[in-house]
């Protein structure tokens, strides 16, 4: 029934009562006026937006509603392109050049950033041409697209060079680098990553950070071509910059990554001091990804130093928070590492749990290459126990993935692996083949050990066989080992050249590799003792660290004690001198005080009367004020609870009562685009429109931040979804400063059996949760199911 029939009605019934009637009439046409207001005022706003608030509106769409975002845009498009308005055109392209890569519709956003930087160009606005047809080429780098990325960089960067702009240069510089480190061409990425240094020289902080950027990727560049020391170099490079920018997240990753580099170049005391820094760091932020690569890596470095107790504890710890947070990717690599330690101790049953653990993670959540790895040490540990069928199983698996990866080395090491053993099964062919296979890729990788290692097995299987073609292969491999300093296996060499000579007959040549045997043996015990000499000073080195700082922390809480003890006695002082001055100043005012105090009785007495008056008058607005939040002018939470508590005390004869949680969707967006002030607009407007659409016996308070609660007493859960609704609609068609905002809602009513006020906001905040988890700006009611994510909020 519409308002007009109401009206007919209610007039037919009661027209004895004609005051009744005039009121009514007088209500009707008071609503159609302001209904036929607001109708023009919607549409004259919607009219007369302007372009620039509504790209604004598609800028922010574009975090929260990408598709609403994208449709926007394209609409003020084909007008600015009707109106011939180039700018606004060149502002719309590169808009949904974002909006389109956010929405993985690569196509679209080239297409878009093209023609941005092509109105750009128009317009003889090169910064925004450069910057548009940058965003282009990084899409080309990220999808691989290396032919058009090469020719438009050919295109971009003349016109880069003569802007001037030294960042663009080095951005362009740095995407072809990017290109060539993705195809594995690591020397040409070096060229242009250190073309790109050239003009990375501002002191501003950003630029500083790419600068720190470049260094990195020049270290991992080198870092592939396993040129160990300028890999160290410019981890070194990056880490002055970040100390110097004091980003202590990038500073701890970064002393990782360089521990892991001097590692590799055997310098392990070095290792473990840039290990034990970025440990350091990492325990004062707030970094858990990083402090696990640090355990990790310290853990591995402790290892290399034969302290196995340190180094299962650093890799446990890693591996707990991998399982703890289920990283698939990080529980396979510490599990693999404790396989490996393990092994290293002898225990090899423990190795096997662990390889395990990886081999049963999820099958294609594992990389390939760590599965095929905890595979290989698993066949090895078979071959050592004798269970040559397992083990042959393990190895064929790890032998496919590295074949189906095209990962040379390892195919090489797995090779031998297998061929090993099938000798020991006594299949010799078999062996022979695959000891070939072993060579032929140990030869493809350009690894001269592992030419070395593949050459020993091979000859030694071929003793008795081709006995000269087995020296042929040992002289190789000799002058191999000798060519790369590498002694224990150059006495591989003598040994087995000895055995082959002596079973030719030719004792003379067999006598004289013994001798060169017995003289190279002495020599390594003497570098073995040496070794031991440095792994020792190393152990030393750890312990002296750890002592220092434990000194360290010992001095830092001394210093805390001692400040804490100056404070006290300067405390102490300043008491001791206001107790002297207040004596003095009590004896010298004293005598007058008495003149005064008869006189100041007799106006204390006048001024009591008006104090009592104004006092009550101020009581009243401070009782006003201390119940309402100063900023939205609703009830503040105190006031809140107060009223939920007062009208659950009849809580027994409480038929229908319901609550609303409201919360502002996206407002984080809001303050971060518009600053403070506008969100503080926002939130006035938000709590004033829901205080204009409640009963006189409804309350609205302030719950925190953009969230507020309203109590619906005598309200059933059916209406309390009624007026949340009309509420929500009603937000999302205001506007507030030109910003479009919208609410989601929690609702909830008593007779979901809450006992407690707590217990019934508890329940709308989960309806609320489960009205974001939603999507936002929607009504949802309360439902026992909820309860499930207390668990997982909590978590």
Known sequence: MDLTSQVHTFFVNRIYNSKLLVKALLFALFISLSSAYAQETTSYSLINESNTGLLKRAELLMDTDVITSIELSKALLLQAQSADDTLLSAKLHNLLGKAN??????????????????YYSKLND?????????????????EKRYDELANRIETLLPTTLVYGDEFFIAQVLLTKGDSFYEQKKYND??????????????????????????????????????????????????????????????????????????RYLDNLVLALDYSTRALEIQKDIDDPVGLAKALLGAGII???????????????EAYLYYKKVNNVLGIAKTSNQMGLLYTRLKQFDQAEIFYQITIDLPKGMVEEKTLASALREMAVINYESGDLESAMKFAQKAYVTYKTKNLTSYISITARIIANIYRAQGNKNKAIEYYKESLSFARETGSKLYEIKSLTALAAIL??????????????????????????????????????????????ESLRYAEEEIALTGIIQYERDESKLALEKAHLHSHKMEIELETLREKEKLHQL???????????SGQARVISELELAKNKYASIALAFLLAACLAIVLLVYRSFIASKKRNEELDYLAARDPLTNCYNRRILFEIMNRDFLDLPQIEEYCILMVDIDHFKSVNDTYGHSIGDTVLCGVASLLQANIRTSDSVARFGGEEFCIILPNTTQEQAVRIAEAIRIKVEKAIFDDIPVTCSF???????????????IEQADLALYEAKSLGRNQVVLWDCAFEEFKLFRSE
């Open 126 to 142: 090169p910064r925004n041409q450069i910057k548009a047809s940058i965003n282009y080429i990084k899409i080309l780098s990220d």
């Open 562 to 572: 001692e400040l804490e003890k100056k404070n006290n006695e300067i405390e102490i």
């Open 302 to 316: 402790y290892r290399h130093i034969n302290l196995y107790e340190k180094s299962l504890k650093h890799i446990n």
């Open 746 to 760: 929690g609702v909830t009513s008593i007779k979901f059996k809450a006992r407690t006020p707590s217990e019934l």
């Open 189 to 262: 990425a070096i060229t242009q990553y250190s073309s790109a240094l050239k003009y990375l020289v501002n002191k501003d902080e950003q630029i500083q950070k790419q600068l720190g950027e470049t260094y990195k990727k020049l270290a991992q560049s080198y870092k592939r071509l396993e040129n160990r020391e300028q890999t160290a170099h410019f981890y070194t490079k990056a880490l002055e910059i970040y100390t110097n920018l004091d980003d202590l997240k990038l500073m701890a990753r970064t002393l990782n990554t360089l521990a892991e580099a001097q």
């Open 463 to 508: 003793i008795g066989i081709d006995t000269n073609e087995a020296i042929s292969l040992l002289k190789r491999s000799l002058a191999l080992s000798t060519e790369i300093d590498d002694k224990l296996h150059m006495l591989y060499a003598y040994r087995e050249i000895r055995i082959a000579e002596k079973q030719r007959g030719r004792i003379n």
């Open 101 to 118: 890569k956010k929405n993985n519709n690569i196509n679209e956003s080239l297409h878009h950033f093209s023609q941005s930087s092509a």
